[in-house]
Structure formats: structure tokens, C-alpha cells
């Protein structure tokens, strides 16, 4: 499969991520990330020779980026309004684009690649905000935590490429302790969560899609892929998620929404088109 193949179903996977967040709203937020985490360590199993490749560098750099992002974005959206600090979080496939070159060798930065960057960040910032951003200098923690989030992000994906040759499978461990110290952070600071049958139905749906497959198939696609093309196609995202919604009637398409599609699609284009062609 294509690094572009790869980097496209986490998009679809992660898109969807929204949607199935909202028939567990109840759920207690740490207890759902560590639940479904290890529902995606699940799907490593058939894998899991490849953990022994998880040395304790390697088993830090996957926790670092999948819980060190988690725990970084829901204290962003507990300290801040939600619909700002998960723009910011929305800086993660821009920040991708403009440290490629500072982490990944024999990549430079292009102005075509940092224009796409900027027209996905245009259009993903106004399908959050509908053209009404109003930043409160009294959650700039929980801004400086989403920023944190998306640097985190950004930085995982990136190193990868840094560190010595590993199985993708061995993302399943660090689902599997990222999970784990999930589950601690629920016990130290939620009220206890149950799972009813139906819960358990969409749990699985989110632990196998968007915080399980969607990790192996990025870490695929980041490892042999052109970053600064990936992080422009990165900017579907939101914009799958707003149709996946507006699809399920639990959001709506308005003027501003066609807008802001049609600068991320620009984005995507113009940063997965071929020097010459762009």
C-alpha cells in the first residue's frame, strides 16, 4: 500500500472519530481513550512478535505521542473552550509541514508545502469557529495545552522517521501502555464510567478505527511517505468530520462551511500535486 493510500484511511478512520465520540458523551473521557486503546492494542495481536522491537527509547517515543497528546488535549479542553483549543490542536499537520525539515533528513521546507499548510489551517480554523474566533486571555493554560497537544503530535509522527527501523506493529504496544496509563488517569481524576451492551458496541467501533487501525496505518505512511505532502492531506480531517456529522444530522452545512472545504481541498491539492504540475 502507498504512503499516500496509508496516510488517507487514518484520515477517513480519524474523521469519524467525532461522530462515534458523540453516542459515548457519557463516557468519562480518559476511560474512553484508555478503553479504546487497548481495544487497538487488540488489533495488533496478530503482530505481536513485533512489540519485542519496542525498545524502552522507542516505548517512550510512542508514549510520549500517543498519551503525551491525549492527556495534553482533554486538559486543553477541560481548561478552555472547547471550539478553540481544538483549533489550535489543529495546528498538529502545519506544525508536520514546517519541522519536517528541522527533524527529517533531506526534506526542505517549499513554499507551495507551507501556502497548502496555511490554506488547510484557513479552512479547518473556519470550520470550528464560523468565522467568530473570540481568544480569552484567561485560558491561556488550556490554549498553551492544546498547542502542546499539536507539538506532540507533530513531533511523534516526525520522529519516527529519526529512530532505528521498527515493525509497524509495534504501535500496538504503545496503544497497549499508553492505554494502561489512560486508565490510571481516569481513576486518579474521573468519576467511574460503565460501559452498557450498547456502549460497547461503539467502543469497539472507536477502538478499532479511529485510536487503533488509524495508528498503524500513519505510522506506515509517515515512515515512507512525503511528510510535507501528508501533513497538507491532513486537513481532511475536520472537514470529513464536519460531513460525517452534518451526514448524521448532528451538525449543519452552511456558507461559511462550503468555504472553508473548498480551502482545505485547495490545500490538499495543491500540496499532493508534483513540483511541476503545482
Same mark, same amino acid.
Given at each position: 500500500? *502507498?504512503?499516500?493510500?496509508?496516510?488517507?484511511?487514518?484520515?477517513?478512520?480519524? *474523521?469519524? %472519530?467525532?461522530?462515534?465520540? @458523540?453516542?459515548?458523551?457519557? #463516557?468519562?473521557?480518559? @476511560?474512553?481513550?484508555? %478503553?479504546?486503546?487497548?481495544?487497538?492494542?487488540?488489533?495488533?495481536?496478530?503482530?505481536?512478535?513485533?512489540?519485542?522491537?519496542?525498545?524502552?527509547?522507542?516505548?517512550?517515543?510512542?508514549?510520549?505521542? +500517543? =498519551?503525551?497528546?491525549?492527556?495534553? &488535549?482533554?486538559?486543553?479542553?477541560?481548561?478552555?473552550?472547547?471550539?478553540?483549543?481544538?483549533? #489550535?490542536? $489543529?495546528?498538529?499537520?502545519?506544525? #508536520?509541514?514546517? &519541522?519536517?525539515?528541522?527533524?527529517?533528513?533531506?526534506?526542505? +521546507?517549499?513554499?507551495?508545502?507551507?501556502?497548502?499548510?496555511?490554506?488547510?489551517?484557513?479552512?479547518?480554523?473556519?470550520?470550528?469557529?464560523?468565522?467568530?474566533?473570540?481568544?480569552?486571555?484567561? $485560558?491561556? =493554560?488550556?490554549?498553551?495545552?492544546?498547542?502542546?497537544?499539536?507539538?506532540?503530535?507533530?513531533?511523534?509522527?516526525?520522529?519516527?522517521?529519526?529512530?532505528?527501523?521498527?515493525?509497524?506493529?509495534?504501535?500496538? %504496544?504503545?496503544?497497549?501502555? *499508553?492505554?494502561?496509563?489512560?486508565?490510571?488517569?481516569?481513576? &486518579?481524576?474521573?468519576?467511574?464510567?460503565?460501559?452498557?451492551?450498547?456502549?460497547? =458496541?461503539?467502543?469497539?467501533?472507536?477502538? #478499532?478505527?479511529?485510536?487503533?487501525?488509524?495508528? $498503524?496505518?500513519?505510522?506506515?505512511?509517515?515512515?515512507?511517505?512525503?511528510?510535507?505532502?501528508?501533513?497538507?492531506?491532513? $486537513? @481532511?480531517?475536520?472537514?470529513?468530520?464536519? @460531513?460525517?456529522?452534518?451526514?448524521?444530522?448532528?451538525? *449543519?452545512?452552511?456558507?461559511?462551511? &462550503?468555504?472553508?472545504?473548498?480551502?482545505?481541498?485547495?490545500?490538499?491539492?495543491?500540496?499532493?500535486?508534483?513540483?511541476?504540475?503545482?
Amino acid at each position: 500500500m *502507498s504512503p499516500i493510500a496509508s496516510a488517507l484511511i487514518s484520515i477517513l478512520l480519524w *474523521s469519524s %472519530a467525532a461522530w462515534l465520540s @458523540l453516542k459515548l458523551a457519557h #463516557i468519562p473521557p480518559f @476511560l474512553l481513550v484508555g %478503553a479504546s486503546l487497548l481495544v487497538g492494542a487488540l488489533c495488533g495481536l496478530p503482530r505481536i512478535a513485533d512489540w519485542r522491537a519496542a525498545t524502552p527509547r522507542l516505548l517512550a517515543l510512542g508514549v510520549y505521542g +500517543l =498519551f503525551g497528546f491525549h492527556l495534553c &488535549l482533554f486538559t486543553a479542553l477541560r481548561s478552555a473552550p472547547p471550539i478553540q483549543a481544538n483549533l #489550535i490542536n $489543529y495546528l498538529w499537520p502545519l506544525l #508536520i509541514v514546517v &519541522l519536517a525539515p528541522l527533524i527529517v533528513p533531506g526534506v526542505r +521546507l517549499t513554499v507551495r508545502h507551507v501556502i497548502a499548510a496555511m490554506l488547510g489551517f484557513g479552512g479547518a480554523a473556519l470550520l470550528a469557529t464560523g468565522g467568530k474566533l473570540d481568544i480569552d486571555e484567561r $485560558y491561556w =493554560f488550556g490554549y498553551g495545552c492544546a498547542l502542546a497537544a499539536a507539538l506532540i503530535w507533530a513531533t511523534y509522527s516526525l520522529l519516527t522517521r529519526r529512530m532505528p527501523a521498527f515493525p509497524t506493529g509495534t504501535v500496538g %504496544a504503545f496503544c497497549a501502555v *499508553s492505554g494502561v496509563l489512560s486508565l490510571f488517569c481516569h481513576f &486518579l481524576w474521573e468519576p467511574a464510567g460503565r460501559f452498557s451492551a450498547l456502549d460497547s =458496541f461503539w467502543l469497539l467501533a472507536l477502538g #478499532i478505527g479511529p485510536l487503533g487501525l488509524a495508528f $498503524y496505518t500513519w505510522d506506515a505512511a509517515m515512515k515512507r511517505g512525503d511528510p510535507r505532502m501528508i501533513g497538507t492531506l491532513a $486537513y @481532511l480531517t475536520p472537514l470529513l468530520s464536519t @460531513l460525517w456529522l452534518a451526514l448524521s444530522g448532528a451538525g *449543519s452545512l452552511g456558507p461559511l462551511a &462550503l468555504l472553508a472545504m473548498c480551502a482545505i481541498v485547495g490545500g490538499a491539492v495543491l500540496g499532493a500535486l508534483p513540483p511541476r504540475r503545482a
